[in-house]
C-alpha cells in the first residue's frame, strides 16, 4: 500500500510520515533535503536555480514511486510527485522565477513521467493557514527557510487549495492541522490514526 502526504511548507508532513511510521510500521519514504545540492543556491537565487532545483525534486520523487511499486511494501512517502508540478513550478513561472522555456521543458518531463506511474492509494492532505506555516518554519530553524515570504507562502496555499480541489488520482484524506498537535499532544495523533484507520479499512 502507498500513502502519502502532502502540503505546504511547515505544515507537518515529515513528522507526520515519521510517527504514522512507526505506528502503523510501514516504511517512511522521506524528501531529500539534506542531501538537495540545490536548495542553499536557490533560496538565495530562485531565479538562477528554480529550473535545476525542480528537476531534482522530480528525479529524486519518480524513482521514489518506481521503488514504491516495486518494493511490495507498505510504504508512507513524504510529499508526492505532483505537488511539484502543479503548485511549485508553476509558482515560480508566475512569479516570473522560471522561464518559458525551463517551464515548457519541466511539465513535458512531468507529463512524461506521470503516464509511467499511478498515484498513492490514499493522499493525506494537510490543510494549514499561513501564521500556523509560518510558525512551524521559525520553529524548526532550518537557516535555507529564513527568507520564505509570507506573500511565497501564501501563493503556494493558494494552488495546493485548487490542486486538492480538483485531485482524482485515489482516495484523498483532508486534515486541517492548525489546531492539532501530533508531537505533544497523543491525543491529537489517535484523532487522526482513526481517521486514517477508517480511510484504509475502506480500501478492503
Not at 507498505?74 to 510527485?81: G, H, K, L, M, P
Not at 500556523?132 to 520564505?148: A, W
Not at 485531485?167 to 482513526?194: M, W
Request: proline share 2%.
Amino acid at each position: 500500500m502507498h500513502i502519502a502526504i502532502a502540503g505546504n511548507i511547515g505544515a507537518g508532513k515529515t513528522t507526520l510520515t515519521k510517527l504514522l511510521a512507526k505506528h502503523y510500521k510501514w516504511e517512511a519514504q522521506l524528501e531529500d533535503v539534506v542531501d538537495n545540492p540545490y536548495l542553499d543556491d536557490f533560496y538565495n537565487q530562485m531565479e538562477r536555480w528554480s529550473f535545476n532545483l525542480q528537476v531534482y525534486f522530480l528525479n529524486s520523487r519518480f524513482r521514489q514511486v518506481l521503488q514504491i511499486r516495486e518494493s511490495g511494501k507498505n510504504i508512507i512517502q513524504d510529499r508526492t510527485i505532483y505537488e511539484d508540478a502543479h503548485i511549485f513550478a508553476p509558482n515560480l513561472h508566475a512569479m516570473g522565477l522560471m522561464t518559458n522555456r525551463d517551464f515548457e521543458n519541466y511539465k513535458s518531463l512531468f507529463d512524461l513521467m506521470e503516464s509511467l506511474v499511478k498515484g498513492p492509494d490514499v493522499l493525506i492532505y494537510l490543510r494549514s493557514s499561513i501564521p500556523n506555516l509560518v510558525s512551524q518554519i521559525h520553529k524548526r530553524g532550518r537557516d535555507y527557510e529564513n527568507s520564505i515570504s509570507i506573500d511565497y507562502l501564501s501563493r503556494l496555499n493558494e494552488r495546493y487549495e485548487a490542486w486538492i480541489h480538483g485531485y482524482d488520482k485515489g482516495k484523498l484524506l483532508i486534515i486541517d492541522v492548525d489546531h492539532l498537535d501530533f508531537v505533544d499532544n497523543p491525543e491529537d495523533l489517535g484523532e487522526v490514526i482513526n481517521t486514517i484507520d477508517a480511510e484504509i479499512n475502506g480500501l478492503f
